[in-house]
Nanobody, 117 residues
Framework: QVQLVESGGGLVQPGGSLRLSCAASGIIFSLYTMGWYRQAPGKERELVAS???????NYVDSVKGRFTISRDIAKNTVYLQMNSLKPEDTAVYYC???????????WGQGTQVTVSS
């Protein structure tokens, strides 16, 4: 059974950093595209960063140069390193795994990130 569990959210001041982790079980990274989404109050969920099965990455323009998505295959974990955080980065962040070919998706439960002084 596929399961994703996020951790690492919290309260941070503007300009600070956080690293989110997504522990994956039942997933083989070579068969999945992994992604981090976020949803702020009153807004639609948006894709922040994605990591393809062969290691390619993509980012939404608003986080380019500040966020980095990566994975540790041995630990079956995906990370989102977030630097130079801004108040507009405040949201619930969700880990997502999308299986290639079938397109089936699995979501984590989400972790709150709050950027505030």
């Amino acid at each position: 059974q596929v399961q994703l569990v996020e951790s690492g959210g919290g309260l941070v001041q503007p300009g600070g950093s956080l690293r989110l982790s997504c522990a994956a079980s039942g997933i083989i990274f070579s068969l999945y595209t992994m992604g981090w989404y976020r949803q702020a109050p009153g807004k639609e969920r948006e894709l922040v960063a994605s990591l393809g099965s062969f290691g390619s990455t993509n980012y939404v323009d608003s986080v380019k140069g500040r966020f980095t998505i990566s994975r540790d295959i041995a630990k079956n974990t995906v990370y989102l390193q977030m630097n130079s955080l801004k108040p507009e980065d405040t949201a619930v962040y969700y880990c997502n795994g999308r299986r290639k070919i079938s397109g089936s998706q699995t979501w984590g439960q989400g972790t709150q990130v709050t950027v505030s002084s």
